[in-house]
Each structure stands twice: as C-alpha cells, then as structure tokens.
C-alpha cells in the first residue's frame, strides 16, 4: 500500500539556520499539507498546497515558513530561520481531498 | 475559532472492558468528524469517519449534533487496541482541526 514518506526522521539545527524539511506525497494525490506537533500539545494544521499554490494557511505560518513542490514527487517545507520554539514534530499528509494520509513526522529540535 | 476538545488525556481500561473515549466539538457548520489514532512508533493512520458510518476494528462512532459529541467506542477492549487516539475535525475545504489526543491503555 503506498504511504508518505518523509526525511529526514530527526533534524537538530542551530537556532537562526534554515532548515528544509521533505516530504513524498502518495503518488496519484493532489492535496499536501504541513502539521505540526510541539510536545505535549495538539497536531496543528499549518499550510495546505493545490494545484501549485497554497489553499489555505494558519497564523503559525509566517514568513519565516515557506511550502515548495519543485518537481513530480517531493512537496518541501522551509524553515528560513529557525527559532527555539519551532522545536516539535512536523507531518506532512497528502490526500485526493477525502481522507488524509499522514506521514512519519520529522523531528525538529532547534538549540 | 471551531475547537474540538477531548477531555481525557489518559484513559485506562481492562482487557475485555468497554471502552469510551469522548469527543465534544464546536463548530458553526455541519461538521465533518474524524478519529485517527497512533499505534506505538506508528504514523497518524485514520480510524474512521462519520459520514461513513462503519465500524473499524469494532470501534463506532455516533455524531450527535444535539451535544456535540463524537464519541468512540469499543464494547470490549484488546489489548492491541492501546494507542494515542485523536479526534479531528474538518474545518473548510481541507484544514484539520484535532483535539489534544487521549492515550488509551489496556490492561492485560
């Protein structure tokens, strides 16, 4: 059965570097979507992406993020620079606008 | 802001129990109503759907717009059933909105 993919698992950075964190939608889906995760508190939606362009966006999602698809396969999210409280789990989920498949997560610890 | 709010962190039962882990949602639409769950080292997988009103390895759950509540439930707990459930919400076209999650825990 196909599944999300993401990479990678665990990211530690330096607080103010730019991280890049990738994802592999299912194949034959056309809706991706970044959540995230802080430790002990709710998965939060953060962007949704369609057809080439953001849909939809939450207030968590400023300027120092930005969402990518640079090719057929991979649907990217860009931390510019990191801060100490962008710390949490980050998922990345796909859908043909049903049901939302999520992936593993990527760990993101910034010191 | 549409809030979807699940009482229960932790929730314990024993092997053979009924189990109930409750959801109550705010939202000003008719809403679209989610439970996913976490298995230990496991992605976020979808358990069921209320529109699709089936059972999912014996968990149902009833919508009831009139308390706001989107209960599952079990009427007798496996041990493989422990795991980090969440209620979810669809808010909009695409956008989930989850609760805080409970961490259901069978006891042998």
């Known amino acids: 059965e196909p599944e999300v993919t993401q990479t990678p698992s665990h990211q530690v950075t330096q607080m103010g570097q730019e991280v890049i964190l990738r994802c592999v939608p299912i194949?034959?889906?056309?809706?991706f979507y970044w959540y995230r995760q802080i430790l002990g508190q709710k998965v939060e939606f953060l962007v949704s992406f369609y057809n080439n362009e953001i849909s939809e966006k939450s207030e968590i999602f400023d300027d120092q993020f930005s969402v990518e698809r640079p090719d057929g396969s991979n649907f990217t999210l860009k931390i510019r620079s990191t801060k100490l409280e962008d710390s949490a789990m980050y998922f990345c989920?796909?859908?043909?606008?049903?049901?939302?498949?999520f992936g593993p997560g990527t760990r993101l610890l910034v010191l | 802001a549409q809030r979807v709010t699940q009482p229960e962190k932790l929730l314990s039962v024993f092997k053979g129990a009924p189990v109930e882990l409750k959801c109550n949602y705010s939202y000003s639409g008719s809403p679209e109503l989610f439970w996913y769950v976490q298995y230990s080292r496991q992605r976020l997988q979808l358990l069921l759907r209320h529109i699709s009103r089936e059972s999912i390895k014996g968990f149902t759950a009833d919508l009831n717009k009139g308390e706001t509540s989107f209960h599952l439930k079990k009427p007798f707990a496996q041990e493989e059933d422990s795991a980090m459930y969440y209620c979810?919400?669809?808010?909009?076209?695409?956008?989930?909105?989850f609760g805080q999650g409970t961490r259901l825990t069978i006891n042998p």
């Open positions: 989920a796909s859908s043909t606008g049903e049901t939302q498949y």
């Open positions: 194949s034959n889906h056309l809706y």
């Open positions: 979810a919400l669809r808010e909009g076209a695409q956008k989930l909105v």
